[in-house]
């Protein structure tokens, strides 16, 4: 029998907020690009409209809407397998946004933990950031997805754009699709260069496109214990040997362990290797991140062209969603 299996479309946002790390990397780009070579459709927008929930400078805002588009498309994110966009460029997501505010509960909202926790910290919420996870909702049913991969802190904002896809085609008919959502539970934390979680909060990133003289600086700087040279050391208590195991493949781990265990080898010369192996891992995104910030005309395109295949998308969803309501 002939088996009706469903498009897999696969969508997630990012926020531009901040120069990338090589946490950001491993946790979340690396899959991005992975996933659009298994996903039917692959849909990744730029999520400037929940940037302005903190009310950033503008042209800070858009410069890093800039670096980040830059970013992404360096690592690997390829156009003609993905739509790549800026989500203030299909603003129907606003329009599905206030028909989904109508149908959610204050009681969900508050219950929010980023919500939450922004208050517990002293924030004085605005509106926007308190309908927040609405916004996101409308984002991921706008486009019809099935399958939305999302960091472990975005687990409950998946939750609620479920229960508002439901609660939406109990009251209405079966208009949206209720999404999978996709935690990667085999991302292993990267820590920084202190040993906790690599975080921009805590100031212990490696940049993935940062200045090579700093970055070099900062890995020289790595705190170790104080083993002498000849003495031999323990890769495995090692932050500087837990990072390089991310760059390098596993004989060359089994070489650096070796070289731990035996002494004469010093932390310094570990560093250095990790240093070289950060440098070499990303060589060929730094190229393609000048070749691209040379020609941002091209990235523009890329953005808006990208922008017009999911309007499309959009719309077609939008006009269901307004007949559904009462609204044509
Ligand atoms: P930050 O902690 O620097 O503010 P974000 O919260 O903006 O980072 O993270 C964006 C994405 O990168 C999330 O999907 C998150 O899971 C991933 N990520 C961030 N830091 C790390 C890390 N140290 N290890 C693995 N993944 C990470
Ligand atoms: N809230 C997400 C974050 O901070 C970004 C985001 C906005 C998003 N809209 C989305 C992620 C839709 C997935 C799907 O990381």
């Known amino acids: 029998m002939e088996q009706k299996t469903a498009k897999k479309r696969i969508l997630t946002g990012v926020q531009p907020s901040g120069i990338l790390h090589i946490g950001n ?21 730029i999520a400037d409209f929940h940037s302005l929930t903190v009310n950033p400078d503008p042209d800070a805002l858009r410069e890093r809407v800039k670096q980040v588009a830059l970013d992404f498309l360096a690592c690997g994110i390829d156009p003609a397998k993905t739509l790549f966009f800026r989500q203030s460029d299909v603003p129907e997501v606003c329009e599905l946004s206030w028909i989904l505010n109508c149908i959610t509960g204050v009681g969900l909202l508050e219950r929010a933990h980023s919500y939450k926790d922004k208050i517990a910290k002293g924030f004085s919420p605005n509106n926007g950031l308190f309908s927040y996870p609405v916004l996101m909702a409308a984002d991921i049913l706008l486009y019809k997805s099935t399958l939305v991969p999302v960091g472990k802190d975005q687990k409950q904002h998946l939750e609620i754009t479920r229960d508002i896809a439901i609660r939406f085609n109990q009251m209405y008919g079966e208009t949206l699709v209720v999404p999978d959502g996709y935690i990667n539970t085999d991302v292993a934390v990267v820590p920084g260069l202190d040993g906790q979680k690599m975080s921009k909060s805590y100031n212990n990133t490696i940049e993935i496109f940062g200045n090579p003289k700093a970055i070099r600086k900062k890995i020289m700087g790595m705190p170790t214990d104080c083993k002498t040279l000849e003495e031999p050391k323990d890769p495995d208590t090692c932050n500087v040997f837990a990072l390089y195991k991310l760059f390098s493949t596993k004989a060359q781990q089994e070489e650096m362990a070796e070289r731990y265990r035996a002494g004469n080898y010093g932390y310094g010369h570990a560093k250095q290797a990790l240093f070289d192996a950060y440098m070499d891992f990303f060589a060929p995104m730094r190229k393609r991140r000048e070749e691209l910030e040379a020609d941002p005309g091209y990235v523009e395109s890329v953005l808006k062209t990208s922008a017009e295949k999911a309007k499309a998308v959009a719309q077609e969803t939008l006009l269901q969603v307004q007949k559904a309501v009462g609204l044509r």
């Open 25 to 45: 990397y491993f946790g979340a780009i690396s899959a991005s690009v992975k996933l659009q070579e298994e996903a039917d459709e692959s849909f990744l927008f």
